[in-house]
């Protein structure tokens, strides 16, 4: 399916219609998501009860192990094989996009981004208004939860001290230096205190994309955390060898 120009005149739709689209996107991220925490069998529910058919049908064929290629060939087919225009349009191409990004396991942010780009601008600013708060509560309520962590082992406790004594910009130089995945790795195990000022020391969107990655990964092994903890004092190094923090 190519959205040239004119497939995009046949998915014209007025204001509101569009905005009634953000519930649907909402509910396809939230079917992401859980896929990618739970896997592929979490979206048994919606693959036998959801009301939509194409989305019922994608979610089958995602169960089934088939390939998002061929996923993408049948549903386009049954998207072309009836005369749609407009709003019935643009949801089935809404849904067909979210289900293949499903299927490919694609980060749900990604995702979102894709799906937005089909309301143009102005909706992708009303969604972060709607749907965006939770998340910055999500934030928030992790935040709390850390102002009575302590660092349980040696390695956690030492890191912690280091990453404590940076000032902001020797904080902000260490956040540009390590991966997303790294951080998201380590920080759940370092001191609340220190856990707070890394995430504050983030954007906003760094922070919750942090977050996010903790949810990921759950609990790490022994090992994971011996190996992130190596990586993270082999950074503070590098750094301090570039005198780039004291």
């Known amino acids: 399916m190519q959205y040239d120009a004119e497939f995009c005149r046949q998915m014209r739709v007025n204001g509101s219609e569009k905005e009634d689209c953000l519930t649907l996107i909402g509910d396809i991220i939230y079917l992401a998501t859980s896929a990618r925490n739970y896997g592929l069998l979490s979206l048994g529910k919606d693959a036998e009860e959801n009301e939509s058919f194409l989305m019922r049908k994608g979610l089958e064929l995602a169960l089934d192990g ?9 549903l386009e087919l049954y998207i072309l094989s009836a005369d749609y225009t407009g709003k019935d349009l643009l949801e089935r191409c809404i849904i067909l996009e979210g289900v293949i990004g499903i299927i490919e396991g694609m980060h749900p942010k990604l995702l979102r981004e894709i799906l937005l780009s089909f309301l143009g601008e102005t909706n992708h600013e009303n969604y972060k208004e709607e749907f965006d ?6 934030l928030e309520g992790y935040l709390k939860r850390a102002e009575n962590v302590s660092a349980d082992s040696e390695p956690a406790v030492e890191l912690s001290k280091l990453l404590e004594s940076l000032d902001n910009t020797f904080t902000r130089q260490f956040l540009q ?3 997303i995945d790294d951080l998201a790795k380590v920080v759940s195990d370092l001191d609340g205190k220190v856990q707070i000022k890394l995430f504050n020391s983030l954007p906003k969107r760094g922070a919750i994309l942090v977050l996010d990655a903790i949810e990921q ?5 022994a090992q994971e955390m011996k190996e992130t903890h190596e990586k993270v004092f082999a950074i503070l190094g590098e750094l301090k060898e570039q005198d780039r923090i004291l």
């Open 217 to 221: 990964h759950g609990l790490l092994d």
């Open 133 to 138: 708060i939770e998340e910055i509560e999500k």
């Open 66 to 74: 088939v390939k998002s290629a061929k996923a993408r060939n049948i």
């Open 177 to 179: 230096t390590i991966s």
